[in-house]
């Protein structure tokens, strides 16, 4: 018959605790994922719900299409849409820092990217809704969408 020896003991809780680590790193890395899933989820309801909130606050305002947009392409009548809204900006395209051109080039048209590749200041982006008349209709809407 064998004989356990100090050694083999020594080799044996150092197994257990070694399983008992591993289990432990597991739940640990277990706990880690449902956090990050539910930091996620929480993230996403709230990014819904102030979707809902600035969609309510829009609720007055008159609906225009794409196309309806696309006719205001001048100088003396021009209309742009940032993030789903209509913007009228014939009064700022001759006092835009960034000139008339770059404004020109969006008349009539989805402005979004334009406008955020700029990366316009913060200052820029409270300015905006100074000009704000409307909102595309919810089939055309891109940013703003309901989950209701
Ligand atoms: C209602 C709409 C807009 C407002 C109120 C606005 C406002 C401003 C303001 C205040 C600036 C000065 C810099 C800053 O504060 O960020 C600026 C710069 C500029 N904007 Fe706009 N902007 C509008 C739309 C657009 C659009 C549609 C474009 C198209 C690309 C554009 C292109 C630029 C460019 C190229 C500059 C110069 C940036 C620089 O020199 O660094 N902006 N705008």
New binding site residues.
Partial sequence: MMETTNADIDMSSLKSALATTSLSQQMISFANSTFRLAATAISRLQQQQRCEAELASLAHLPEYSLEQVSWHDRQDDCW?V?NDKV?N?TK?IHN????LE??M??AGRD?TL??R?????????E??D??LIGILPAKERMYLRSAK
């Fill in positions: 742009i940032l913007y900006v700022l835009h820092p960034g000139g770059v404004m080039e969006q402005a334009a406008f590749s700029v990366g316009h200041s913060i200052n820029a982006i300015q905006v100074e000009f």
